[in-house]
C-alpha cells in the first residue's frame, strides 16, 4: 500500500495536467476496488466452490480416512466429511496458531463441525505437519489448503510433504492447494515416487488478484 501511495503522487510533482492525475487515481481506485473485490469473493464465497469441484473429482465413496493438514476454522475438512458416511473419518491436523489464520482455534473448528451436522465424522488433532502422528499409510485421501507454506523453511515444507505421502496407503490420492511453493512440492513428490499433476485454481481462488493465485497440485502414491 505504501509502495501503491508513492506512486500515485508521482503525476503530481512531475507536472501531470489534473485530467491525468484524475484518470490515474481513478485507475488505482479502480484496481483496490478490484482487488478487495477479488479476496471478498474468494474467502466467502469462491474457496468453497473450488474445494467442491476438487472433492467432486475425488469420487468419494463416503468410507474413506481423509487427512486435513493445516486445516484451520475447517472449511476442506468440514467439506469433505459431509461427503462420508459412517463408515468413513475426516481427520484435521493443525496447530491452532492465529498467525496462521484469524479466530484459529480447535474449539472453533469442533463447533463448526457440529454446526453442520458432522461432528460423528471428524476428528482434531494438534499435530506439526513435519512429524504427523498416524501410521504409515493410515489415510485413503490427503488434502491441505493454503497451510504448508507457513511452514518457514524450504526444508520443512519439503518434510511436510514427505510426511503426507507416508500416512497414504498404496493408491491414496493426494490433494494440494496453496499460494507459494507448489512447484517445490511437485519436485518433492516425485522424488519420492509419485508423478504429480498441477493446475491453477482459477479466478475463483485468487486472494486480491492474480498476484495471489492459488495452484493446485494431486497425485496418488503407487500401488
Given at each position: 500500500?505504501?509502495?501503491?501511495?508513492?506512486?500515485?503522487?508521482?503525476?503530481?510533482?512531475?507536472?501531470?495536467?489534473?485530467?491525468?492525475?484524475?484518470?490515474?487515481?481513478?485507475?488505482?481506485?479502480?484496481?483496490?476496488?478490484?482487488?478487495?473485490?477479488?479476496?471478498?469473493?474468494?474467502t466467502r464465497r469462491?474457496?468453497?466452490?473450488?474445494?467442491?469441484?476438487?472433492?467432486?473429482?475425488?469420487?468419494?465413496?463416503?468410507?474413506?480416512?481423509?487427512?486435513?493438514?493445516?486445516?484451520?476454522?475447517?472449511?476442506?475438512?468440514?467439506?469433505?466429511?459431509q461427503r462420508l458416511?459412517?463408515?468413513?473419518?475426516?481427520?484435521?491436523?493443525?496447530?491452532?496458531?492465529?498467525?496462521?489464520?484469524?479466530?484459529?482455534?480447535?474449539?472453533?473448528?469442533?463447533?463448526?463441525?457440529?454446526?453442520?451436522?458432522?461432528?460423528?465424522?471428524?476428528?482434531?488433532?494438534?499435530?506439526?505437519?513435519?512429524?504427523?502422528?498416524?501410521?504409515?499409510?493410515?489415510?485413503?485421501?490427503?488434502?491441505?489448503?493454503?497451510?504448508?507454506?507457513?511452514?518457514?523453511?524450504?526444508?520443512?515444507?519439503?518434510?511436510?510433504?514427505?510426511?503426507?505421502?507416508?500416512?497414504?496407503?498404496?493408491?491414496?490420492?493426494?490433494?494440494?492447494?496453496?499460494?507459494?511453493?507448489?512447484?517445490?512440492?511437485?519436485?518433492?513428490?516425485?522424488?519420492?515416487?509419485?508423478?504429480?499433476?498441477?493446475?491453477?485454481?482459477?479466478?475463483?481462488?485468487?486472494?486480491?488478484?492474480?498476484?495471489?493465485a492459488t495452484s493446485?497440485?494431486?497425485?496418488?502414491?503407487?500401488?
Open positions: 500500500m505504501l509502495g501503491l501511495g508513492a506512486a500515485a503522487v508521482v503525476p503530481a510533482v512531475t507536472g501531470f495536467p489534473v485530467r491525468a492525475l484524475r484518470a490515474w487515481w481513478a485507475l488505482m481506485a479502480a484496481l483496490l476496488l478490484g482487488s478487495a473485490a477479488s479476496y471478498l469473493y474468494t469462491g474457496k468453497f466452490a473450488v474445494w467442491a469441484d476438487v472433492l467432486d473429482e475425488l469420487g468419494l465413496r463416503g468410507d474413506e480416512q481423509v487427512l486435513d493438514l493445516g486445516c484451520g476454522r475447517g472449511a476442506v475438512l468440514l467439506a469433505a466429511a458416511h459412517a463408515g468413513g473419518r475426516a481427520v484435521g491436523v493443525d496447530l491452532w496458531r492465529s498467525v496462521d489464520q484469524s479466530g484459529n482455534l480447535e474449539a472453533a473448528t469442533a463447533a463448526n463441525a457440529r454446526a453442520e451436522g458432522v461432528a460423528d465424522r471428524v476428528e482434531l488433532r494438534t499435530a506439526d505437519l513435519t512429524d504427523l502422528p498416524f501410521r504409515d499409510g493410515e489415510f485413503d485421501v490427503v488434502l491441505s489448503s493454503l497451510a504448508i507454506h507457513n511452514i518457514p523453511t524450504a526444508d520443512g515444507r519439503a518434510s511436510a510433504v514427505a510426511e503426507a505421502v507416508r500416512v497414504l496407503r498404496p493408491g491414496g490420492r493426494l490433494a494440494i492447494a496453496d499460494i507459494q511453493h507448489v512447484p517445490a512440492y511437485a519436485d518433492q513428490l516425485r522424488h519420492l515416487g509419485l508423478a504429480p499433476q498441477v493446475r491453477p485454481l482459477g479466478p475463483r481462488a485468487w486472494y486480491g488478484g492474480p498476484w495471489m493446485l497440485v494431486t497425485a496418488t502414491r503407487p500401488a
